[in-house]
């Protein structure tokens, strides 16, 4: 019905005794009759369309990882069913000034966590060269911190992190290379930052080497794991940092 109209009314609108301006008063009647249609019509296209622009550009918020959502390999045991309230436990360590290092020197912070150790030859070398590239990108952002963990304390003295530091182009203010307690660094490792495959308790036989980045945000949670030798994965963790921020860093 709604054809043979709309063809009707055209037919009466187009005849060849009309003038022009009988054609245009008779155009704009018809149509005045679908005002209102049209209003509706416009809006709801409006409406649907910065619906799916949203969806498509407003940056959504980064997961935040508990024990029983990371493969039980990176898991302690203790800890491998936990699904909530987990985040990094407190700690005092060493860095390469000799200074004191705690969970209050990262408060209201984002920071990127690793494990390393100065006479690595593998892949330390890599990560090293990847925390600076981060480092180089965060430079002038106070939000954001760099945090290494030496898995051999014993050799990695305050003497020798300060010596690895200058070679390796670290800044104080920005990055932290720590050692200490060997027991409390591996626990941090495996039951606060999830980040090692191995299983062991710290003793003078434990060695722990894994490539993974942590970055932990201000509310010392888990938000994302990255391979510290792979390119894309530090692009993607600088990515990372900034939706972070966007979204009050935590």
């Known amino acids: 019905m709604l054809k043979i109209k709309l063809f009707l009314s055209f037919s009466r609108?187009?005849?060849?005794?009309?003038?022009?301006?009988?054609?245009?008063?008779?155009f704009?009647?018809?149509?005045?009759?679908?005002?209102?249609?049209?209003?509706?019509?416009?809006i709801l296209c409006i409406i649907i369309i910065t619906i799916i622009y949203n969806i498509l550009n407003v940056k959504q918020p980064l997961p935040i990882y508990q024990p029983g959502m990371v493969s039980e390999e990176l898991v302690d045991s203790t800890i491998q069913y936990k699904l909530k309230y987990h985040k990094i436990a407190d700690f005092s360590l060493t860095n390469q000034n000799g200074e004191t290092v705690t969970q209050n020197n990262y408060k209201d912070k984002i920071y990127?966590?690793?494990?390393?150790?100065?006479?690595?030859?593998?892949?330390?070398p890599i990560m090293t060269d990847h925390m600076e590239q981060i480092?180089?990108?965060?430079?002038?952002?106070?939000?954001?911190?760099?945090?290494s963990h030496s898995v051999?304390?014993?050799?990695?003295?305050?003497?020798?992190?300060?010596?690895?530091?200058?070679?390796?182009?670290?800044?104080?203010?920005?990055?932290?290379?720590?050692?200490g307690d060997k027991k409390q660094i591996?626990?941090?490792?495996?039951?606060?930052?999830?980040a090692v495959k191995t299983d062991g308790?710290?003793?003078?036989?434990?060695?722990?080497?894994?490539e993974n980045f942590m970055?932990?945000?201000?509310?010392?949670?888990?938000?994302?794991?990255?391979?510290?030798?792979?390119?894309?994965?530090?692009?993607?963790?600088?990515?990372?940092?900034?939706?972070?921020?966007?979204?009050?860093g935590s």
């Open 112 to 124: 990127v966590a690793d494990f390393f150790f100065t006479t690595c030859q593998t892949i330390c």
């Open 135 to 147: 480092q180089n990108e965060i430079i002038n952002d106070d939000e954001v911190m760099l945090l």
């Open 152 to 179: 051999t304390p014993k050799i990695d003295s305050v003497a020798q992190l300060k010596k690895y530091a200058r070679e390796k182009g670290v800044i104080d203010r920005k990055w932290n290379l720590v050692t």
């Open 186 to 194: 591996y626990e941090l490792a495996r039951k606060s930052y999830l």
């Open 28 to 42: 704009l009647s018809f149509f005045r009759g679908y005002k209102n249609f049209g209003i509706f019509f416009t």
């Open 201 to 210: 308790n710290g003793d003078q036989y434990d060695m722990i080497h894994t």
């Open 215 to 248: 970055l932990i945000d201000k509310k010392r949670q888990i938000r994302g794991f990255y391979d510290g030798t792979n390119p894309e994965d530090i692009n993607q963790l600088l990515k990372d940092i900034e939706t972070l921020k966007y979204f009050g």
């Open 13 to 26: 609108i187009f005849t060849p005794q009309l003038s022009f301006n009988t054609y245009l008063m008779s």
